[in-house]
Nanobody, 131 residues
Framework: QVQLVASGGGLVQPGGSLRLSCAASVASGYSLDFYVIGWFRQAPGKERAGVICIDVSDDNTYYSDSVKGRYTVSRDDAKNTVYLQMNNLKPEDTAVYYC?????????????????????WGQGTQVTVSS
């Protein structure tokens, strides 16, 4: 019912910034307001973990402790796109980043990020922080 396309990854030096995009295509009769959109990341040898999750219906947002104060989420409703702005990047932020979606009837932003996961996934985009 929703297709996601993530983009914007790349190589950046420590302290730098990147903005990732998650473009959503929603089935007829639905809108992005029905969903929680989450950004997750998976570093080599580690499990995928929630970073920021936002309930589009009310903008209730959960931030993981590891990115609080450095990452922010925003959206462009006209484009059905959710953005992840990453500032002051650190080498430990290196990972494949994914966006995911789950209907807000069955999850909250916090629950989704803290292990609930998503039902719909975009392809990953690699973020590498290195000098």
């Amino acid at each position: 019912q929703v297709q996601l396309v993530a983009s914007g990854g790349g190589l950046v030096q420590p302290g730098g910034s990147l903005r990732l995009s998650c473009a959503a295509s929603v089935a007829s009769g639905y809108s992005l307001d029905f969903y929680v959109i989450g950004w997750f990341r998976q570093a080599p040898g580690k499990e995928r973990a929630g970073v920021i999750c936002i309930d589009v219906s009310d903008d209730n947002t959960y931030y993981s402790d590891s990115v609080k104060g450095r990452y922010t989420v925003s959206r462009d409703d006209a484009k059905n796109t959710v953005y992840l702005q990453m500032n002051n990047l650190k080498p430990e932020d290196t990972a494949v980043y994914y966006c995911g979606a789950r209907m807000n009837l069955i999850t909250t932003s916090e629950a989704m990020c803290r292990g609930g996961g998503a039902d719909y996934w975009g392809q990953g985009t690699q973020v590498t922080v290195s000098s």
